[in-house]
């Protein structure tokens, strides 16, 4: 490959990616040149060091993955939930957390472009495809204060806040008519907010997505506000996003668990040891189908984004079994069949993370983190 056709890109300029228009690559193959290239390289670093995916998410700026769901007419890719659902799937093979991070960011994307209303939405969504902005969330409770003073969160996990560049957040905002107050939903830059971190979060798994936790204000006047409130927000797109593309991202990591205990079955029944591997075959066979059956249930929810009775893989029990298949060497955290990363990376990867920026099934707030 030439230098007049590759482009360094992940932040340390030792990756190599085709300079090609990206344009002319479907989203997949999009994804599986960073996945394979780049997240894949970095993905033991990124879980060691417990730190941001910044070569992989580089890599997706390139690429212009980041603005794949923005609508069309305003300069994104126009991707549908089932297209996203893939990419973060090929994303999981080969990094989780990298996964993750897209995973959030586009359900945001979703969330902005069904609910916000005006040409102040349209712009910042023809920005994030213009100039790949990353999004996060944060809907924990903030405090009821005043009106015309700021709504502050406190003690909430706000996942790779520091890397984001805007943040969709729940804000507070009074109800004139009956004197109370409704569940806000407001669109932030991070430089229009005070981003303060209370304490260090050291992550079992998704290390990469950071698990600190800050305390979060936001002006009265800043950033842009929803009509819709965040229920309705939560309960129509937030959930069903979130579980779908967790879901996706899980199916990946049990690909790479399944492919690799595959490769162990067949390395030792090369051995000569076939009748001794046949019970593990037919146990990856089972983890295969059932794998499978997740997957097509997924992109049947996808098709009718919205309903969030998702039944995803349940990508632990799918890792510790090819980590049975494989024995002493899958019960490692390195070599050719070690499944330790996967294994962490798989625990309560839908559940925690959706709990984590705040959201609970029927679009309730989470105060466990």
């Not at 996203?84 to 902005?112: D, K, N, P, Y």
């Not at 495809?129 to 204060?145: E, H, I, K, N, W």
């Not at 992109?299 to 079994?321: E, K, P, W």
Request: aromatic letters at 6%; one cysteine or more.
């Amino acid at each position: 490959m030439g230098n007049a056709e590759v482009q360094c890109v992940g932040g340390k300029g030792e990756i190599l990616v085709p300079q090609s228009n990206s344009s002319a690559r479907s989203l997949a193959e999009r994804g599986e040149l960073i996945g394979s290239v780049i997240a894949g390289r970095w993905a033991s670093d990124v879980d060691g060091e417990g730190r941001f995916p910044r070569e992989a998410v580089d890599g997706l700026c390139h690429q212009g993955v980041l603005g794949s769901a923005v609508p069309v007419h305003l300069g994104g890719g126009g991707a549908s939930m089932s297209e996203i659902c893939e990419l973060v799937r090929i994303l999981g093979r080969h990094c989780a957390s990298t996964a993750m991070v897209l995973a959030i960011h586009q359900a945001m994307v979703f969330a902005i472009s069904r609910h916000g209303s005006g040409g102040r939405f349209d712009r910042v969504l023809c920005e994030i495809a213009d100039d790949q902005l990353l999004v996060t969330g944060c809907f924990r409770q903030p405090a009821r204060l005043g009106e015309g003073s700021s709504s502050t969160t406190a003690g909430a996990t706000v996942l790779f806040g520091e890397e984001a560049d805007v943040v969709l957040t729940r804000v507070g905002v009074a109800d004139g008519a009956g004197g109370g107050h409704e569940d806000g939903l407001a669109l932030v830059r991070t430089d229009e907010i005070a981003l303060r971190q209370e304490s260090y979060g050291d992550g079992l798994g998704l290390r990469g997505l950071g698990w600190n936790t800050y305390s979060l204000e936001v002006p009265d006047h800043a950033g842009d506000r929803f009509c819709d409130r965040f229920g309705r927000v939560a309960a129509m797109t937030l959930e069903p996003a979130l579980r779908l593309l967790s879901g996706a991202a899980g199916v990946g990591i049990a690909d790479t668990a399944l492919d690799t205990a595959g490769r162990f079955v067949v390395d030792h029944g090369s051995l000569g040891f076939v009748d001794d591997w046949s019970e593990h075959a037919l146990e990856l066979a089972q983890s295969e189908g059932a794998r499978d059956a997740a997957w097509d249930c997924i992109l049947g929810h996808a098709r009718n984004f919205g309903d969030c009775a998702v039944a995803g893989i349940d990508s632990g029990s799918t890792v510790a079994s090819a980590m049975g298949i494989c024995g002493p060497a899958g019960y490692r955290e390195t070599g050719e069949f070690g499944l330790g990363r996967q294994l962490r990376d798989s625990l309560g990867i839908r559940e925690m993370v959706v709990a984590a920026i705040g959201i609970e099934r029927g679009g309730r707030i989470s105060d466990r983190f």
